[in-house]
């Protein structure tokens, strides 16, 4: 069980790179018409644009896995209020224009963030975090 969950642990970090920077390489196979529609991602955003917060948030992200991957206590905390910190965030962001294959990787991203809350707190692995606090 360990071993499984280190790997989804690298595997979930790895799909969150990639569909972290994917939106920046994405114009280069995508048609003019795609490209016109994913203009009007963030439409109507209540939250402005701040760089700093948007490569921070993927630091606090690549952090929190490195600590779930050594069981840090603190890092099933971190992961629980990123995770819903994001959720309630995402209401501020505006709309969500994405292609398929954003949405593709996402889908996976957050199936995996969900087998991790469920292993880190419902199976054996629940125990090791608590001895390395």
């Known amino acids: 069980?360990?071993?499984?969950?280190?790997?989804?642990?690298?595997?979930?970090?790895?799909l969150l790179v990639v569909g972290w920077f994917l939106p920046h390489y994405e114009y280069m196979w995508s048609t003019d018409d795609e490209l016109r529609l994913l203009r009007y991602n963030y439409w109507g955003a209540k939250l402005?644009?701040?760089?700093?917060?948007?490569?921070?948030?993927?630091?606090?992200?690549?952090?929190?896995?490195?600590?779930?991957?050594?069981?840090?206590?603190?890092?099933?905390?971190?992961l629980v209020f990123i995770f819903f910190s994001s959720l309630g965030l995402s209401m501020f962001t505006g709309?969500?224009?994405?292609?398929?294959?954003?949405?593709?990787?996402?889908?996976?991203?957050?199936t995996a963030i969900g087998v991790n809350f469920s292993i880190i707190y419902l199976t054996s692995i629940a125990n090791k975090f608590e001895k390395h606090t």
């Open 95 to 110: 709309l969500s224009v994405a292609s398929p294959t954003s949405n593709f990787i996402g889908t996976i991203f957050f």
């Open 1 to 14: 069980m360990q071993n499984l969950f280190r790997i989804l642990v690298v595997v979930s970090a790895l």
């Open 48 to 78: 402005p644009n701040i760089p700093w917060l948007y490569w921070g948030e993927l630091f606090v992200w690549l952090v929190t896995f490195t600590g779930l991957f050594f069981y840090k206590t603190w890092a099933r905390s971190a």
